[in-house]
């Protein structure tokens, strides 16, 4: 015999599917539902659970059930990957930017490829949509490669400097290390996600014409909420079409 909790999430997944509950919407509260549904609050919760495994149903501690948002695009163009974590992002996101001024130590020294005690300057940047983080990036620039603006306090400042960090002028090489990993304690924080989650991984390098690395980025994304999109191009050997 089919259980009624099942009889719910179907009856609630109907209505987000067909948009008369809308993404980022909250749910009435699990004591309304379970009366509307003539129900106890432990069959209603086993409903609940049944959509927010299928990622239909987010719940928010102190806040409620709200429907997620369809996941966001991460798009990937041209021969090498150029990455913008800006991309396909809803109006509504927010973006909070921090900048610290550090001395590159262990692995970022490693990254930068600088010597250790060099000054760098991180750009610590979290996206969010509707209530939902959807995305963690911390970049890492040469103190004398920081763009002009961005250690102001202004955040549009901040902001227009960080966005050229990642979308300026085209370096001549990006290597970018996607992986798939359980978050660091500071990225389920930041996330608000558990720590046994998946998080998507990116680690981009970025160097110039001379070899100098002038970006490190470290970005994570929660597994269940994005999906990378890759575009390559087919690249023809001028020496061969002529032959």
């Known amino acids: ?35 509307r549904y003539g129900v106890s609050t432990v069959t209603l919760r086993r409903a609940l659970a049944v959509l927010q495994g299928e990622g239909l149903v987010e719940k928010i501690h102190g806040k409620g059930n709200f429907v997620r ?17 800006w991309t396909a992002t809803d109006p509504d996101s927010r973006l909070t930017i921090r900048s610290t001024e550090l001395q590159a130590q262990a692995h970022l020294a490693t990254l930068l490829k600088v010597p250790a005690g ?4 991180e750009f610590t940047c979290l996206s969010r949509e509707g209530e939902s983080p959807h995305g ?19 955040s549009t400042s901040r902001e227009a400097a960080t966005r050229f960090a990642f979308l300026g002028p085209p370096r001549t090489t ?25 998080v998507l991984s990116i680690t981009r390098i970025a160097t110039d014409s001379a070899g100098r690395v002038v970006e490190a980025t470290l970005l994570a994304f929660p597994g269940d909420r994005v999906d990378a999109v890759f575009t390559t191009h087919h690249v023809i050997d001028e020496g061969q079409s002529k032959g």
């Open 1 to 35: 015999m089919r259980s009624r909790h099942h009889d719910i999430a179907d009856d609630l997944r109907q209505q987000i599917t067909a948009g008369h509950i809308l993404p980022s919407e909250r749910l009435p509260s699990e004591a309304a539902l379970a009366n």
């Open 69 to 85: 948002r369809p996941h966001r695009k991460i798009m990937y163009v041209g021969g090498w990957g150029t990455l913008d974590p």
């Open 118 to 121: 060099s000054p760098i300057v």
């Open 136 to 154: 963690l990036a911390r970049v890492y620039l040469p103190y004398d490669l920081v763009p002009p603006g961005a250690l102001d306090d202004a």
């Open 174 to 198: 990006a290597r970018e290390t996607v992986s798939a990993r359980l978050p660091t304690p500071d990225e389920a924080s930041a996330l608000r996600i558990g720590i046994a989650s998946v």
